[in-house]
């Protein structure tokens, strides 16, 4: 079974930059990062195939945000740039979809999540 554990999160300041790990165990396939703030459902933010080749990301973090994956390492990281109160959320690296999916639904193996605090 796949175990993720998730690092990187904290507070910053609007326009600051974070960069989340998730290191796994297993065989992960696609790899994605989702996020859920308060009172929201939980969202797709940025998917990348097993192989690196293919990326997706959510519109909202578009040309902020990048994903990639170390095989080596088997982690995946979220690079955060230009961050605003709005990317405030926990946020879940999952794995184990078949290609890389917008939908948590296609995900089978999740962390324990990480929050990040965006202030204005």
């Known amino acids: 079974q796949v175990q993720l554990v998730e690092s990187g999160g904290g507070l910053v300041q609007a326009g600051g930059s974070l960069r989340l790990s998730c290191a796994a165990s297993?065989?992960?396939?696609?790899r994605g990062w989702f996020r859920q703030a308060p009172g929201k459902e939980r969202e797709f933010v940025a998917t990348?195939?097993?192989?690196?080749?293919?990326?997706y990301y959510a519109d909202s973090v578009k040309d902020r945000f990048t994903i990639s994956r170390d095989s080596a390492k088997n982690t995946v990281y979220l690079q955060m740039n230009s961050l605003r109160p709005e990317d405030t959320a926990v946020y879940y690296c999952a794995a184990g979809a078949v290609g890389p999916s917008t939908s948590a639904d296609d995900y089978s193996a999740w962390g324990q999540g990480t929050q990040v605090t965006v202030s204005s």
């Open positions: 297993g065989r992960t396939l696609s």
């Open positions: 990348i195939s097993s192989g690196g080749g293919i990326i």
